[in-house]
Each structure stands twice: as C-alpha cells, then as structure tokens.
C-alpha cells in the first residue's frame, strides 16, 4: 500500500484531500507499527505546526469510519491507529506500550468458535498478546 492508493480510496469515497489528512497518512505509512493519536500529532505539527489536536481526532475517527483505520485499544483504554494494509494482529508491551503488528491468525480459536456457534457469523475479529518485550523485562 501507498500514499496513492490511499488518496485514490480517499476520493473515491468523497473525501478531501487536505494537505493534513495527506501528512496524517503517510506518517501512517512509514510507521513501524501502531501510533497514539498524540504520535500522530506530534509528528504532523512538525509540518502543520498551526493544526490543533481536534483535527487530528476528527481526521483519525473519519479514516476509520471508512475502513482505512484500524484502532487498537489496550487494556488501560488508551487507542493506537494502524492503517489497514492488511489483517493483522498485536503483541504489546505494558511496560513501554510498544506494539508490534502480525499477520497471522489463531485459526484453531476460530475455528473453535465456528465449530461451538454454527449459528454465530463472524464479521471481524483481534487477537492481542499483552506482556513485557525483552527491555522491560531486564530492567
């Protein structure tokens, strides 16, 4: 995925390409893995220095309206915001909250699932590991 997919998406779907959505996502894109809205923020007020944070919430809530988002919410209730490239799923630290993204999936929890709920259709799923990454863990 790149910025010209997603802008094409974007206006296919109606929506403005400001030069701040635009900046918004390609910080997105050269994330290593999921950001907070203030990474988010931060790392646009370093091009858009006058944009206020209710721009950034506003802008990160409408892509993942339209499905370009995905929110991962941990388990203090804060959110991190990934673009949806592809299915993925999450280990975080709950020491330094670093997350890392992987696309594979527990197939035989789904499969359990389907199997005790024949009459249960899934339409989405997370899977996210919570612990401590290897520099927590010495310190």
């Known amino acids: 995925m790149n910025l010209a997919d997603v802008l094409t998406g974007l206006k296919e779907k109606g929506l403005k390409l ?15 893995g999921p950001l907070t809205a203030k990474e988010i923020g931060d790392a646009l007020h370093r091009r858009f220095p006058n944009v206020g944070f209710g721009t950034v919430y506003r ?12 929110e991962i919410i941990f388990p203090d209730g804060g959110k991190r915001f990934e673009l949806s490239r592809e299915h993925r799923h999450h280990l975080i630290c709950l020491g330094c909250g670093r997350a890392v993204s992987f ?9 359990q699932i389907t199997k005790l709920n024949p009459n249960f259709k899934i339409q989405e799923h997370s899977f996210t590991v919570f612990g401590y990454c290897g520099d927590c863990r010495k310190t």
Do not use: W, Y
């Open 18 to 32: 400001t030069p701040q959505r635009q900046q918004i996502l390609r910080v997105l894109l050269r994330a290593g």
């Open 59 to 70: 802008t990160l809530e409408t892509l993942k309206e339209i499905g370009v988002l995905h």
């Open 103 to 111: 696309p594979c999936c527990p197939a035989e929890c789904l499969g």
